[in-house]
């Protein structure tokens, strides 16, 4: 009898009716890209491994445990599974001087991969959406991306259950501090929680930790949401649907 093949651990199938929940997820985060000027872009999931070498840092967790490669036996290129999207990003736009006429608004959606022991809520393929805003300076463009990921958390009803934190590794001296006692320095984290002009701030050791924050997953500018307790999606049965668009969920 033959081996029966099932999906790669840690690699799941969606399937109906969980992928109409998808769908729907996608078309909200969509939407609101749109509104925000974003356009959508589209990276190969295969890349050049010293491209997430250079840009990640060859002493990470991630590129010296976690990243598929492989070794292309066709022509002996060294491949690798994207880990994250942002390099990708950013070659694209340097490959296609996306930048010539000035700053771009960028987003994406997709399976990422890391090679690490699956567990609960940490799987080998997982999804991300994420946006880059590329080629402007000021702050202006942070704090449209702390706008935009408060929207996203109201459109799908996560408000009062993600708190936002933002890293500061504070001035140029004070960085090169920390990279000199990497365990005694600290930085200020500022915790937003609640509306958004309830902030705080706390002193945060082991800035070493700090400094390899996954937060550039979702932004380019370093900014990143955290869910702490996300509700079920029978929790939102009865509460009202915040667009017009139906929502799959039976």
């Known amino acids: 009898m033959a081996e029966r093949l099932g999906a790669v651990k840690g690699m799941n199938d969606i399937v109906p009716p969980k992928s109409a929940v998808w769908e729907w997820f996608e078309a909200q985060v969509r939407e609101l890209m749109h509104s925000y000027g974003y356009r959508n872009i589209r990276t190969p999931i295969v890349e050049y491994t010293p491209l997430f070498v250079r840009s990640i840092g060859e002493v990470t967790d991630i590129v010296e445990k976690e990243m598929y490669s492989f070794t292309d036996a066709l022509n002996g290129e060294e491949l ?9 990003v950013v070659r694209a736009c340097i490959e296609h001087s996306l930048l010539y006429d ?7 959606t997709g399976p990422m991969f890391r090679h690490e022991r699956p567990q609960r809520g940490r799987y080998r393929q997982f999804h991300q959406v994420g946006a880059e805003a590329l080629g402007f300076s000021g702050p202006d463009v942070d704090a449209e991306l702390i706008l935009m990921a408060r929207q996203l958390w109201s459109r799908l009803g996560l408000a ?3 708190s936002l934190e933002i890293n500061c590794l504070g001035q140029p001296a004070e960085r090169g501090g920390m990279r000199d006692e990497p365990r ?13 002009g309830a902030c705080t701030a706390w002193p945060r050791m082991r800035a070493w930790r700090v400094a390899k924050s996954r937060s550039k997953r979702f932004f380019s500018s370093g900014i990143g949401w955290r869910i702490q307790w996300p ?5 939102f ?3 009202p649907k915040p667009t017009a668009m139906t929502s799959p969920w039976p």
């Open 160 to 162: 009062e259950f993600v």
């Open 184 to 196: 005694g320095a600290g930085a200020a984290v500022f915790h937003f929680g609640g509306p958004l």
């Open 80 to 88: 690798t599974l994207r880990p994250e999207n942002t390099a990708a």
């Open 237 to 239: 049965h009865s509460r």
């Open 231 to 235: 509700p079920k999606l029978r929790s």
């Open 102 to 108: 000035g700053g771009k608004r960028l987003w994406y």
